[in-house]
């Protein structure tokens, strides 16, 4: 068996294992959970008996499912302090005694919720409590600019919304140093050298970055109770999301293992300085097709580029890239019949 024929069925082999683990965490059946739990009251409302279970819920379970549903969280739910500090009030009373503080870093849950109608600021405010015992009021407003959900994944997500601009201007920028030192050598761009490489994997890597940021734009944009729900309550296991989350995890999940299968492309064809290059390159292209399709699909024409740029990408694969045949003379892969561009012998 080939290098290539194992790679690709590595590949094959990552993609269902991320399919197989996707099934292996089922949700809990709610059945025989008593309605204690506001995840638990949502989940049974949204099943079938959703009408016989809204008849036995009290106004306060009412009114925290009506909380939950709105600002994705409810009592009970953890947060991580990013703020270098917040204040909380001990008494909706009185905002200016005994005021407390909760500092970076902390772990703080949430005891309570009202609402505040004579506040002009923020009607809403949330009761937290630390583990140092620090209890207190606080503006919702106020609270969520401050904190994150105290979930690894839900960081990431804060980090690389906040940063945003520095890691993509940093991915655009390396790709053009890459450019630099080709053109200063007098060669062109690696992923465009094809009687070096002629793996698919590339092209799948944009196509699969494009299908990403079409759907991470469209429900940011259209649907973005669900991006705020994911963000709260997130999860990389597509079987509990729903459809147009799983499908952006899973493709999330492509990109990552078609990524590696590229980098391990690029290794078995390029030297070390030329295998940095060329991922470099692949970052920088990635970052474009991502940049370029978040855009448009805000004005809709991205919907319409999105096929074209996909057929475009096999097209060009298939009629540049691929390499069907094997020359008789010298066994260098070659894209069609006829001379070979290596030894020059023909081949019929």
């Known amino acids: 068996m080939t290098k290539p024929i194992v790679r690709h069925i590595m590949v094959l082999l990552m993609l269902l294992l991320v399919a197989f683990s996707s099934c292996t965490q089922p949700g809990?059946?709610?059945?025989?959970?008593?309605?204690?739990?506001t995840d638990t009251i949502i989940a049974k409302v949204m099943s079938d008996s959703g009408e016989a279970v809204i008849s036995r819920l009290s106004n306060k379970q009412i009114d925290s499912l009506n909380f939950r549903i709105i600002h994705h969280y409810s009592e009970n739910f953890n947060f991580m302090v990013k703020a270098d500090s917040l204040m909380l009030v001990p008494m909706l009373e009185d905002l200016e005694?005994?005021?407390?503080?909760?500092?970076?870093?902390?772990?703080?849950?949430?005891?309570?919720?009202?609402?505040?109608?004579?506040?002009?600021?923020?009607?809403?405010?949330?009761?937290?409590?630390?583990?140092?015992?620090?209890?207190?009021?606080?503006?919702e407003k106020d609270l969520l600019q401050g904190v994150v959900p105290d979930d690894i994944i839900s960081i990431m997500i804060d980090t690389l919304s906040n940063s945003r601009v520095i890691w993509m201007i940093g991915l655009l920028g390396l790709g053009v140093v890459a450019f630099l030192i080709q053109k200063g050598r007098r060669r062109k761009l690696l992923l465009l050298q094809h009687d070096q490489m002629d793996s698919f994997y590339p092209i799948l890597f944009?196509?699969?970055?494009?299908?990403?940021?079409?759907?991470?734009?469209?429900?940011?944009?259209?649907?973005?109770?669900?991006?705020?729900?994911?963000?709260?309550?997130?999860?990389?296991?597509?079987?509990?999301?729903?459809?147009?989350?799983?499908?952006?995890?899973?493709?999330?999940?492509?990109?990552?293992?078609?990524?590696?299968?590229t980098i391990?492309?690029?290794?078995?064809?390029?030297?070390?300085?030329?295998?940095?290059?060329?991922?470099?390159?692949?970052?920088?292209?990635?970052m474009l097709v991502y940049l370029f399709f978040s855009w448009t699909t805000l004005i809709f024409i991205g919907y319409i580029l999105l096929p074209l740029f996909i057929f475009g990408c096999i097209y060009y694969y298939v009629k540049r890239v691929r390499r069907r045949f094997k020359c008789g003379k010298c066994g260098k892969r070659i894209h069609s019949k006829g001379k070979c561009p290596y030894c020059g012998s023909e081949n019929k």
């Open 28 to 37: 809990k059946p709610v059945g025989a959970t008593p309605l204690n739990d």
């Open 97 to 139: 005694i005994d005021t407390q503080y909760i500092y970076h870093d902390e772990v703080i849950v949430v005891a309570n919720h009202t609402i505040v109608h004579g506040d002009s600021i923020d009607s809403v405010w949330v009761k937290v409590a630390s583990d140092r015992l620090a209890l207190g009021w606080i503006r």
């Open 264 to 286: 391990d492309d690029i290794h078995h064809c390029f030297d070390i300085a030329d295998s940095v290059y060329c991922t470099l390159e692949l970052l920088a292209f990635g």
């Open 206 to 261: 944009l196509i699969l970055i494009a299908l990403m940021a079409t759907i991470y734009a469209t429900i940011q944009n259209y649907m973005p109770w669900y991006w705020q729900e994911f963000y709260f309550h997130p999860s990389l296991n597509p079987s509990v999301l729903p459809l147009n989350l799983a499908v952006l995890v899973t493709i999330v999940w492509a990109v990552l293992a078609v990524f590696l299968a």
